[in-house]
């Protein structure tokens, strides 16, 4: 047990911040079928400003909190109207469009590196870097609050998404654009909301996962590799998947670390991705609407 | 439809590079992407004025700039001291600075610029193994002179006519923390990362310890770049290690401090010279206290102090640790070649080669930088020594 529990806090740690960043990708991919791959580099803003603004200029955390994930939210909506909307108008296809997403990552990646510094920047809890000790473990409080805050975005998005209004904008739109439009939904500031919602979401990850490590402008990949994988595995477009996905994520390369080898870690994650996706293309949860409306 | 689209990538292509190129002369290191500008305006005036020309490569941006940024303005200093004080023999010496990002695929594409294009004196960088390897033979079918300063891996010289290292190699330095290990009389665990750099130092490190007769408890390896090592420790716990051996860079080696702390594993690390980044004490704070690590800078030494000084004077901060005087001390060297050679790119290479007993900023109090026909490493094991962290700051280990 010596060894399992702390493999188990590791894994359902990192598991809830894959879930977070599962959880921006589908947001962004059940309204418009793009799948971002900026979202990584949002982790990556969200864990740099958080850093600046409660490490280095000591500001509240609460604000810190919600300014970092409105910055990086509306990163998000310019993103959508600069790299996304302008090809969709020309009927680009899917592809192009992701590859715009992935230019628009490296701009904010050097945006970031080149305007805000590419040193490492350490990050501290709220809660404290002194370790809890619940029946002889330690558990560092960053990771209650990880998993606390996890849940509460996940109940709130799940609330607004099925007992609101704009959830059911959302969805329509999700279902059938043209349709959604003709009920008289901005389909427009519907998708560009969910960018920013995605971004926002990826910064909380972001400001949550630094205080672990440190903050850098090259972070970005590895949680936006993860996090994508997360999605795979759940299913693209389904939430319920991002929790399965996000936790399966985090224990496979905790304990296969701890139980296999090191080197092995993130290697068999990542294969068990690719035999979900050989069994089950669509993933875990993902249902067959999602594959064809992603092959459109 | 298409062409339109087109057309919004080459806007966004375009966007992309004047952003970067803006980013980069509003900082303070904006010199490094200054130079190619600089670089233009001197080829149109140059050609009636005799100058030396020196190319250098490093990363300055990207997770190894914590090295790359240090030699680059120590090779600026340097430049700027010489040319100030009569150049050589009259001649100005011109710097063109060129950013590999640790990238070895962009190292040879700068390489070919340098020695084509540029067609520069000698070559002072990069700043990792990786690239080092890439970009040696463009320079060795050039044929021209290269010092790799920073860079340990012990095949960059291997061989080779054009290329000479400055930094001890990861051998070297292996042998040295393998000999601190082995008076502990502890159990061994070593922890690396997955580049070809951090297998390198694995590699050496288990042999070096196998001379001396100890056999590692535990191997792990690890990803640069993820928040959580805490799997790895406890492999490591588990197997029984009582002091770990390093193959990492700063700010990996600080979250491993900070892991280890948290699951009540308090161990010694030791480790190789690159450990030693600015980014270790500043993420790491004060579970990094105590990390012992090889370094060839000496705090004590008067020529490292006095460049410490005139350093801090230029660029506002002191430099504590490897990466600068080895650039420095680059550039003197190539000074002497230059005043021999002129612009004779073979007598320069000889020059090099027959460089003997030089005293750099580099380098523990005493030894000295010597290449030969055979051997163009520069420090040795004599000129390698311990530092450690106290208080926040890099300063020399003694053993108490």
């Known amino acids: 047990m010596d060894f399992f529990i702390p493999l188990f806090i590791s894994g359902i740690t990192f598991g809830c911040i894959y879930i977070l960043i599962a959880l921006a990708f589908n947001i962004v991919f059940s309204s418009s079928n793009v799948i971002n791959f900026a979202m990584g580099e949002m982790v990556m803003v969200g864990a740099i400003i958080s850093s600046i603004l409660y490490a280095e200029e000591r500001l509240p955390f609460i604000f810190t909190m919600l300014f970092t994930m409105i910055i990086v939210a509306l990163l998000g909506i310019i993103e959508y109207f600069v790299a996304v909307r302008p090809l969709r108008r020309k009927n680009a296809t899917l592809i192009s469009i992701v590859i715009a997403t992935l230019g628009y990552s490296i701009v904010l990646k050097m945006l970031v590196a080149l305007g805000i510094g590419k040193e490492e920047r350490s990050a501290i809890s709220p809660l404290g870097d002194n370790p809890i000790t619940i029946g002889g473990y330690n558990i560092l409080p960053q990771s209650i609050l990880v998993v606390g805050l996890t849940i509460i975005i996940l109940l709130l998005t799940w609330f607004v998404f099925n007992k609101t209004m704009l959830g059911l904008s959302i969805r329509a739109t999700a279902f059938h654009m043209d349709g959604a439009k003709l009920m008289g939904i901005n389909v427009e500031w519907i998708i560009a909301l969910c960018f920013g919602v995605g971004g926002g979401i990826a910064a909380l990850a972001g400001l949550l996962l630094a205080p672990f490590s440190y903050a850098s402008p090259w972070i970005g990949l590895t949680y936006g590799i993860f996090g994508f994988a997360a999605t795979i595995i759940g299913g693209l477009g389904n939430w319920v998947g991002s929790i399965v996905g996000g936790l399966a994520l985090g224990f496979l390369e905790a304990f296969a670390t701890g139980y296999i080898g090191s080197e092995w870690g993130e290697g068999i994650a990542l294969i068990v991705m690719l035999l979900i996706l050989f069994i089950r293309p669509s993933g875990l949860f993902g249902s067959q609407e999602v594959q064809e409306a992603g092959e459109n | ?400």
């Open chain 2, 1 to 400: 439809m298409k062409s339109k689209m087109n057309l919004v990538f080459v806007a966004l292509l375009v966007l992309m590079i004047i952003m970067s190129g803006c980013g980069g002369t509003s900082q303070e290191s904006g010199k490094a992407s200054d130079s190619s500008s600089q670089n233009v305006a001197g080829k149109e005036t140059g050609g009636d004025e005799d100058e030396f020309v020196i190319g250098l490569s490093g990363a300055l941006t990207g997770g190894s700039s914590a090295l790359g940024q240090p030699q680059l303005h120590a090779v600026q200093l340097a430049i700027e001291e010489i040319n100030n004080s009569g150049g050589i023999n009259g001649a100005k010496i011109r710097l063109i600075s060129e950013d590999d990002q640790a990238n070895p695929t962009k190292g040879v594409t700068i390489a070919q610029k340098f020695v084509t294009k540029d067609n520069v004196d000698a070559f002072i960088g990069p700043t990792n193994s990786s690239v080092a390897l890439a970009m040696a033979p463009v320079f060795e079918k050039a044929q021209v002179p290269a010092i790799m300063a920073i860079p340990t891996n012990d095949d960059v010289t291997k061989g080779k006519k054009w290329i000479f290292q400055i930094d001890a190699t990861s051998k070297t330095q292996a042998e040295f923390f393998a000999s601190y290990v082995a008076k502990k009389k502890m159990k061994v665990g070593i922890i690396h990362d997955t580049t070809s750099w951090g297998e390198a130092n694995k590699k050496f490190a288990i042999e070096e310890l196998k001379k001396l007769g100890i056999e590692p408890v535990a191997v792990e390896s690890l990803t640069v770049g993820k928040n959580d090592y805490t799997p790895q420790l406890l492999n490591l716990k588990k197997a029984g290690a009582e002091i770990l051996v390093a193959g990492l860079l700063g700010p990996e080696a600080a979250v491993v401090s900070k892991n280890a702390k948290q699951i009540n594993y308090t161990v010694p690390i030791v480790g190789p010279n690159a450990l030693a980044q600015s980014s270790l004490i500043e993420l790491g704070k004060k579970d990094v206290e105590g990390m012992v690590f090889t370094s060839i800078v000496d705090p004590e030494k008067p020529e490292f102090k006095k460049f410490q000084e005139s350093f801090n004077k230029k660029f506002g901060y002191i430099p504590e640790t490897d990466w600068a005087p080895l650039g420095y001390d680059a550039v003197y060297i190539l000074k002497k070649a230059f005043e021999v050679a002129g612009h004779d790119k073979e007598k320069i290479r000889e020059a090099l080669e027959n460089l003997n007993n030089y005293v750099g900023v580099s380098g523990k109090a005493g030894s000295t930088i010597s290449f030969k026909p055979d051997d163009h490493t520069g420090l040795k094991a004599d000129a390698v020594g311990f530092l450690t962290v106290k208080n926040g700051r890099f300063v020399k280990y003694s053993e108490k």
